[in-house]
């Protein structure tokens, strides 16, 4: 039987996931399992680019696991794993590091986004987080790595690392391609939809966050800001609020846009929508933030989800990691 394509992508334990990492990736996750041989991963030594203190990574780490399990991912079909039980991400790094032009990272718009944030720490991990995450895709043979709008230049920059590699030292890795979802590709932020949807936020009301209740996910769309005029459509450039909430609503109903904003064309303004969008959103997480309550009380289940995805993980990145090291004479 050929062996079916392979999906890599992975989440950051950096804080309180959020609908936009949901909708813009998580939730299309187990899906693919259907068609693709896919591997997730919680990506801690990508969240250590910006401080992280011990404990909470800790917690976090277990969350984003028990986030990945409640969206549906079965653990018997595709590999879940944390980053750092997999040495090998790191040995990769290094060596995609010697053939990627400094230059290109420097042109990284998250990098620049995350500079200028955390001043007081501007790290040569954060300059580098591209390269680790080409290690994890080129790793494991990736044909498509499923993210939202913003790791789009991320995984462009893990095929230029590839085809460097490739063209110095033959043929070794594959070349990636995003899988990105137009309506959720990017989320906005509730109170300022300039700005994308965050777990570094400090603003917490533009953020709804998966553990979020059901009355914070209310107050939250009640407080959204809107667009001037009455009228619900989908324009980013003229109604970035509202296209914003349209794209929410969407993805957590599965209606098409266009049928959404049929049903409000008569609408008197934005307050019937926001409180509609509010129980959508609300009844859209009840079934993930059950699951997600049952997966967090098991730690035990959890480890044991973790050790035995990072067991499957390596024998995969062990084999890569042996070719690499014979192309370039290491081995
Ligand atoms: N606002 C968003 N809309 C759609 N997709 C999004 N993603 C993140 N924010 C949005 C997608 O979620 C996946 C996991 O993201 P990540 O954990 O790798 O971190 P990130 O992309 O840096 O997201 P955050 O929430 O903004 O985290 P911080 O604040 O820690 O940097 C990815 O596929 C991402 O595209």
């Excluded at 990945?68 to 595709?78: D, F, M, Q």
């Excluded at 996910?217 to 459509?233: H, L, P, Q, W, Y």
């Excluded at 480890?303 to 990145?317: M, N, Q, R, S």
Aim: charged share 25%.
């Amino acid at each position: 039987m050929a062996s079916m394509k392979r999906i890599f992508s992975g989440v950051q334990p950096s804080g309180n996931l959020h609908i936009g990492n949901y909708l813009g990736a998580i939730k299309n996750w187990a899906p693919l399992a259907n068609e693709y041989d896919c591997i997730y991963c919680v990506v801690d030594w990508h969240a250590l680019t910006v401080f992280q203190k011990p404990e909470t990574l800790r917690e976090n780490t277990y969350n984003a696991l028990a986030t990945l399990l409640a969206a549906g991912i079965n653990p018997e079909k595709s590999i879940i794993f944390i980053q750092s039980h997999v040495k090998e991400h790191s040995e990769l790094t290094w060596i995609l590091n010697t053939v990627t032009p400094l230059s290109e990272l420097e042109k990284m718009t998250q990098f620049k986004d995350k500079a200028r944030k955390h001043k007081e720490n501007i790290n040569a991990g954060l300059l580098d987080y591209p390269v680790l995450m080409a290690a994890d895709i080129l790793l494991y043979d990736t044909e498509a790595v499923p993210v939202g709008e913003d790791q789009r230049q991320h995984v462009e920059l893990a095929r230029v690392v590839a085809r460097k590699f490739n063209n110095l030292y033959g043929e070794t890795f594959k070349e990636p391609q995003e899988i990105i979802r137009k309506e959720a590709a990017r989320i906005m932020s509730l109170s300022d939809p300039s700005r994308k949807m965050s777990k570094s936020d400090n603003d917490s009301a533009g953020c709804v966050n998966l553990s979020d209740s059901p009355d914070e996910i209310r107050d939250k769309f009640k407080k959204a800001v809107t667009d001037s005029g009455k009228e619900i459509r989908y324009s980013p450039a003229e109604k970035p609020a509202i296209s914003n909430l349209l794209a929410i609503y969407s993805g957590f109903s599965g209606k098409p846009i266009n049928e959404i904003e049929a049903k409000y064309k008569n609408a008197e303004g934005y307050a019937q929508f926001k409180l509609d969008l509010a129980e959508i959103v609300v009844s859209g997480l009840a079934d993930f933030q059950k699951k997600y309550g049952e997966f967090r009380q098991n730690n035990k289940f959890l480890d044991e989800v973790a050790k035995t995805g990072a067991e499957k993980a390596t024998l995969l990145a062990e084999k890569k990691m042996e070719a690499v090291n014979k192309r370039i004479g290491l081995a």
